[in-house]
């Protein structure tokens, strides 16, 4: 891999995001529909209430995912040893979940981080 990514790189990268998050934008507003239409809600309370249960689930898919596999890879051809923000992404990692869970807790009132 290039040091530098190339057009072609950034061309591909933004055409799968774009693929991608209109896949989840799809599928959002398809379970949100389900949920509005059999709860009785209004829609925009419950496209928020999937956001954040979605947001906090694949949160937590995600860490989990990272702390299991986060020292398998392939054939390594020069180790430089531990990459040096590994810590800084553990703790955004879970600084996202906090966040998301506290704002779900508001938003669905489940009843944690109560004052």
Do not use: E
């Amino acid at each position: 891999m290039p040091a530098k990514m190339t057009k072609f790189a950034w061309d591909r990268g933004a055409k799968n995001a774009l693929i991608v998050m209109s896949v989840i934008l799809a599928f959002t507003l398809s379970i949100t529909g389900l949920f509005a239409l059999f709860s009785g809600r209004p829609f925009q309370t419950t496209l928020m209430q999937v956001f954040l249960i979605l947001y906090v689930v694949l949160g937590s898919v995600f860490l989990i995912q990272w702390a299991r596999h986060r020292n398998s890879g392939g054939k390594v051809l020069l180790d430089c040893g531990p990459h040096p923000t590994r810590k800084l992404f553990f703790f955004n990692g879970l600084t996202f979940l906090v966040m998301g869970s506290a704002i779900a807790q508001k938003y669905l009132n489940l009843g944690w981080f109560r004052s």
